[in-house]
């Protein structure tokens, strides 16, 4: 069974930074894109970057330039930079296969942007 364990998450101010971190067991990174993803209150859960098993990267439009995913295909983790954060970046972070999830989620880490 694939498992995600997510953390690095907490609470920021405006303008911060945090790192995430995902440890991923049950599959071998390296032959899978991979994805992070948020949650925010009341929100569906959305994709918020792709790192993709030939090292490519993307990222939506409200992220871009302030967030970076990698990986460490030798530790089986990923990670998310993420700086000048924001309010509206205030979510639960996950880790999963990008475009078709595995079932079930990790528990994600709680990411709380406020002054």
């Known amino acids: 069974q694939v498992q995600f364990v997510e953390s690095g998450g907490g609470l920021v101010q405006p303008g911060e930074s945090l790192r995430l971190s995902c440890v991923v067991s049950?599959?071998?990174?390296?032959?899978?894109?991979m994805g992070w993803y948020r949650q925010a209150p009341g929100k569906p859960r959305e994709g918020v970057a792709v790192?993709?098993?030939?090292?490519?990267?993307s990222y939506i439009d409200a992220v871009k330039d302030r967030f970076t995913v990698s990986r460490d295909n030798s530790l089986n983790e990923i990670y998310l930079e993420m700086t000048s954060l924001r309010p509206e970046d205030t979510a639960v972070y996950y880790c999963?296969?990008?475009?078709?999830?595995?079932?079930?989620w990790g528990q994600g880490t709680q990411v709380t942007v406020s002054s």
């Open positions: 790192h993709t098993a030939n090292d490519r990267t």
């Open positions: 049950g599959i071998l990174l390296e032959n899978y894109h």
């Open positions: 999963n296969r990008a475009g078709v999830p595995f079932e079930p």
